[in-house]
Structures are given as C-alpha cells and as structure tokens.
C-alpha cells in the first residue's frame, strides 16, 4: 500500500522522499487500516458475550452515538450520530455493545444509507427484538470541501425493521426520543 500511496504523491505534483513526506506512505496505510477495521469485525462477535435473557418489553434507546466512516466514492469522512432503538423480546444486549455494532460497519468504506440500513439488519437477527430503529444524519466531507460545497448541509436516513415499520405509534415514539 505505501509503494501506491508513494505513486499518488507523485501524481499530485510532490516529491514524496521530502522531510515533510518521508513517513506519509507508512502514516497513511496506518490511518487507512485504523479506519477500516470494520472489515475484520462481525456483529456477531461484538454482541456475543453481552446478551442477556431479561423480562423487558419498553423500548431502548441509544443516541448521539458518534460516526465516523469514509464516503466510498470519494474517500472522504463522513460524521455524523446514530440513534438506535429497538424493543426487546425476552433478550437485551448491553449498551455499549449498540454503539461497537455501529463501529462495526461504519469502519468501513461506506454509503450512509448502507450503514443505517446494515446496523438494523445486524441487530434485528441478533436480538430478535419485537422491533428495531436507526436513524443517522451525519455530514458528509465530499459535500462540504468539493463538489457542492454546501458546509451545513447533513444528510438524514432510517431502516425501521419490525414494529418500528408496522407500528404507527412505536415508529412515533422512536421518532420522538431519538431526535429530541
């Protein structure tokens, strides 16, 4: 990976054996595998050890969970939280496990509607909750530092999985609590 990132150096115009640029290529494979660790993580894995059987039947919330991914069409950050929330049905999972599950896919290159989309999916055949929601909105760099440069603009997306989709009310009621 340094022999490319050396090239691209140098397609850039620079000189990539330069003071400032000797460690870049070693820096930046390093930053790229931090940032992509997802790949060598599964869902699974993250929540095995932290499910417990529990009588209880209210929704669960986690918000403001904080997400950080790379734009897959332009390598750029995204950043933005996460709101989960999900009603168990006789398990729970431990609270931090929610956020390390949006870790899970979010260190990936990604699309954000695929993350919303994967971090519902995981939790749902985990869990097997009555019912499961995520929204993310985040900021998204390729929108912000080329193209349309619109600085405060964020993107908003959902995966409503169970009764979270079906139910009217429940939808509500995680709507509510999660962008308060």
Known sequence: MQD?????????G?????NGLKETPRRVEESLRFLTQGYHLSAEEVIADALFEEDHNEM????DIEIYSLCEHHLLPFVGKAHVGYIPNGRIVGLSKI???????????????????????????SLRPLGVGVIIEAEHFCMMMRGVEK????????????????????RQEFLRLAVA
């Open 4 to 12: 490319a990132i050396k090239k691209i150096l140098e397609e850039l």
């Open 14 to 18: 620079e000189n990539p054996t330069r």
């Open 60 to 63: 669960i919330v986690v918000k």
């Open 99 to 125: 956020a390390r599950v949006a870790d899970v896919f979010a260190r990936r290159l990604q699309l954000q509607e695929r993350l919303t989309k994967e971090i519902a999916d995981a939790l749902q055949k």
């Open 151 to 170: 600085q405060n603009s964020k993107a908003m997306t959902s995966a409503m999985r169970g009764s979270f989709l079906d139910d009217e009310k429940t």
